[in-house]
Every structure is written in structure tokens, then in C-alpha cells.
Nanobody, 127 residues
Framework: QLQLVESGGGLVQPGGSLRLSCTASAFTLKYYGIGWFRQAPGKEREGVSCINGRGDSTNYADSVKGRFTISRDNAKNTVYLQMNSLKPEDTAVYYC????????????????????WGQGTQVTVSS
């Protein structure tokens, strides 16, 4: 069973930055598309960003374009989400997820394409 682990969450002031990491033990992530999703209290889980396995296709939700950057370092078996200019509305639990069919082509932010999920990391943006 593929197990994903997120890290890097925390409390940050508005306008600040955080970098989330997603890694896996015993599995090679480079064969998977990876997505970042978030869920705020009382809201549905939503897609934030994704990257295909080759790293040549990325996608972002409109709400984070120009502020968040997704990247992957396959040598380190890790996918990152760099979050800049954070806003209070970015507060949520952030999850990474793996798409077994996401090695090539354009990645998509559809929850049902992602079969494996991490436990999430809390991001709180507050002064």
C-alpha cells in the first residue's frame, strides 16, 4: 500500500510563506502524478495544484495561481508545494495524493483520479 506523508505545515502570518513536502516510503513517486488538495472546516476538499510524473505538466487552482508553485525532486522522492503571499483563506488541512495514471500528459485536479492519500498537514494563516 502506497503511503504518503506530508510535512511543512504550521502557523504563518498573512503574506508569509511555507513549503509543504510530500514523500513516500517504500514507493517511487516518479511514476505517479501528484496532487495537492486542501480542506477547510465546513468545506469540501478542493484541488490546489498537481504535477505529472515526468514533471513537465503542472496545474493550479485559480485561487493560488501566481502564489503557489509545485515541483518535484525525483532523486529525493519528494514533491513540494511552495506557498507564498499566504492569505487567511488558505487556512486548511493540506493533503497530497498520488495518481497511478499520471506519469504522462496533463495532470488534472479531480479527486477521483487519486487513489492514494496522505494524512494531511495543517496550514493556518493568521495574525
Amino acid at each position: 500500500q502506497l503511503q504518503l506523508v506530508e510535512s511543512g505545515g504550521g502557523l504563518v502570518q498573512p503574506g508569509g510563506s511555507l513549503r509543504l513536502s510530500c514523500t513516500a516510503s517504500a514507493f517511487t513517486l516518479k511514476y505517479y502524478g501528484i496532487g495537492w488538495f486542501r480542506q477547510a472546516p465546513g468545506k469540501e476538499r478542493e484541488g490546489v495544484s498537481c504535477i505529472n510524473g515526468r514533471g513537465d505538466s503542472t496545474n493550479y487552482a485559480d485561487s493560488v495561481k501566481g502564489r503557489f508553485t509545485i515541483s518535484r525532486d525525483n532523486a529525493k522522492n519528494t514533491v513540494y508545494l511552495q506557498m507564498n503571499s499566504l492569505k487567511p483563506e488558505d487556512t486548511a488541512v493540506y493533503y497530497c495524493a498520488a495518481d497511478p495514471s499520471g506519469l504522462f500528459g496533463r495532470c488534472v485536479l479531480s479527486l477521483n483520479k487519486y487513489n492514494y492519500w496522505g494524512q494531511g498537514t495543517q496550514v493556518t494563516v493568521s495574525s
